[in-house]
C-alpha cells in the first residue's frame, strides 16, 4: 500500500489519469507477478499461499519443503556446498530475513551467527531453533566450544522430531494451512521410516568388528550412536580451526591403533588433511560425505545425501567381495 501515500497522491495529481491509472495498478501488477512465480500457486489461492521461510542450512529448507510443498516458498542463507559452522551473512541476507513469515535454524550453536543478521533486519517473524531442547532426544557432549554436538538431524529418528517441529511451526505461521502440514510431515515422516530402516540394514552388512571411522569434523555422533558404529577420532576440534602438529600424531596414532580402514570428509571441506592422515595410516580416504549442507541434484534432498553417506560407508568399511 506504500504507492498510496501522500507523497504518491501529490505526484499523481500533476499527472493525466490515464497515467495516473497505469501508475496505480503497476505495483499490484508486479505484487501478482511475484506471487504467481514463488510457489506456483495462484495469488487468489489460500492466503497463506506461498508462505515465505528463511533457513540457515540447505539441509533445513529440504526438511521444510518436503512438509510445506507448494504452500511454502523456501531459501537457505547458507549456499549448497558451504559449511553453515563458519558461515558470513551478507547484507542481502538481512533483506531475506525482513522479507520472512517464518525463520529456521538449529541452534545449539551450530548456526548461532544468524541472531546478529535477524537484529539488523528488523524481522519480527517467529524463529524455529529445530535442534533445541527436543523430547526424547539424548543429547551428545560436543567435546569443543559447542555444547551440546548440534547435529541431530544426522540420526534420521532424530530428523522426524525437526518434521514434526516444522509441522507445528508452519501450522502456527499459516493457520489454514495446518491439515495440509500434518498430512505433509505424516507422509514424509514415514518415508524417513523407511529411510531410517533401510540405514540399520546396510550398516549391518558390515562386520562389526569394521565398523570403525574417522571422519573430518564432529559431525556424525548421533549417527553412529544410533547405527552402530564408532567414530576413531576427528580431524578438526571445531569448524574452521585445524590440528596441531601433536594433534594430528596423536591422531594418526589412534587410527592405526583402531585399525579403522577409511577416514571421512566432507565435500565443503579441503582434502589435504584428510589425504595427510590416510597417507600416514594406510586408510582409504573418501571425501565427499554431505552431512551440514545439501549437494548439487541428485544430492539436493536429505534423504539423498543420508543415502548416498550410507552407500560411502559401507563400500569403503565392507570387506572387498563380501555382500
Ligand atoms: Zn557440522
Redesign the pocket.
Known amino acids: 500500500m506504500r504507492w498510496r501515500g501522500p507523497a504518491d497522491g501529490r505526484r499523481h495529481r500533476r499527472l493525466a489519469p490515464a497515467v495516473v491509472l497505469a501508475l496505480a495498478l503497476l505495483p499490484l501488477a508486479a505484487l501478482l507477478g511475484a506471487c504467481s512465480g514463488a510457489g506456483g500457486g495462484s495469488p487468489s489461492a489460500a492466503p497463506g499461499a506461498g508462505v515465505s521461510v528463511v533457513t540457515t542450512s540447505s539441509v533445513f529448507a529440504d526438511l521444510v519443503r518436503q512438509v510445506g510443498g507448494s504452500r511454502v516458498d523456501v531459501v537457505s542463507l547458507v549456499p549448497r556446498g558451504v559449511?553453515?559452522?563458519t558461515f558470513e551473512p551478507k547484507p542481502s541476507d538481512a533483506a531475506r530475513l525482513a522479507g520472512a513469515r517464518l525463520i529456521v535454524m538449529n541452534g545449539l550453536g551450530?548456526d548461532d551467527w544468524l541472531a546478529k543478521t535477524i537484529e539488523s533486519s528488523g524481522s519480527t517473524a517467529p524463529v524455529v531453533r529445530l535442534g533445541e531442547n527436543v523430547p526424547g532426544v539424548d543429547y551428545i557432549a560436543g567435546g569443543g566450544a559447542v555444547e551440546p554436538n548440534?547435529?541431530l538431524w544426522l540420526d534420521v529418528s532424530y530428523a522426524m522430531k525437526y518434521v514434526d517441529r516444522i509441522a507445528d511451526a508452519l501450522a502456527a505461521a499459516d493457520p489454514a494451512g495446518a491439515t495440509a502440514y500434518r498430512d505433509g510431515a505424516a507422509a514424509y515422516r514415514s518415508r524417513l521410516g523407511d529411510l531410517d530402516r533401510w540405514v540399520r540394514d546396510e550398516i549391518a552388512t558390515i562386520p562389526p568388528a569394521d565398523r570403525k571411522l574417522v571422519m573430518y569434523?564432529d559431525?556424525f555422533p548421533y549417527f553412529t550412536r544410533a547405527y552402530g558404529l564408532t567414530a576413531v577420532g576427528t580431524i578438526v576440534n571445531a569448524?574452521g580451526q585445524e590440528p596441531s602438529a601433536g594433534e594430528l600424531a596423536a591422531l594418526i596414532d589412534a587410527v592405526k591403533a583402531s585399525g579403522a580402514k577409511a577416514v571421512f570428509s566432507e565435500a565443503q571441506f579441503p582434502p589435504n588433511l584428510v589425504q595427510r592422515l590416510a597417507d600416514e595410516t594406510g586408510a582409504r580416504v573418501v571425501s565427499d560425505l554431505y552431512?551440514?549442507a545439501l549437494g548439487d541434484p541428485p544430492l539436493d534432498t536429505y534423504e539423498a545425501i543420508i543415502r548416498h553417506d550410507v552407500e560411502q560407508l559401507v563400500t569403503a568399511l565392507r570387506p572387498a567381495g563380501s555382500s
Open positions: 559449511d553453515p559452522h551450530l548440534p547435529h569434523h559431525a569448524a552431512d551440514d
